[in-house]
């Protein structure tokens, strides 16, 4: 069962990295909880809202995403992802390029798997 988990995972991966590459709204919606708790590489506490206005206004612009290192660890409904990403894009116009570690927990909601928390650290920025 692990393994079909662990398979849905990667695919929601994919999915949500797609999605904040285009910015899709209704697709980031659908894969990140109302009840999102959002640590960033700055520390700051992040709420659904905060990272969907970000897409959606502009402010936030992502041109590359490469993932590596991607480690997925499955408990019944809750899964654990850890993923090093190195990112390209800009935030309010500065651009911007680093390497971030991410965690990320998905859990189910009415039987959809949604991210319910995340946080990120900063390994090197540009």
Not at 61 to 84: H, M, R, T, Y
Not at 86 to 115: C, H, N, P
């Amino acid at each position: 069962m692990a393994n079909n988990v662990e398979a849905e995972i990667i695919d929601l991966e994919a999915r949500l990295k797609t999605a904040m590459l285009d910015s899709n709204i209704e697709e980031l919606n659908k894969l990140i909880s109302d009840q999102l708790i959002f640590t960033d590489h700055l520390g700051r506490v992040l709420s659904k809202d905060d990272d969907l206005e970000a897409h959606k206004s502009g402010e936030l612009n992502i041109d590359k995403i490469e993932l590596s290192e991607q480690v997925i660890k499955c408990f019944g409904d809750l899964a654990v992802v850890s993923v090093l990403a190195e990112i390209t894009g800009s935030y309010k116009g500065v651009l911007s390029e680093g390497i971030y570690r991410f965690t990320r927990i998905w859990t189910k909601e009415a039987g959809q798997w949604k991210i319910i928390t995340a946080h990120s650290s900063a390994l090197t920025q540009k």
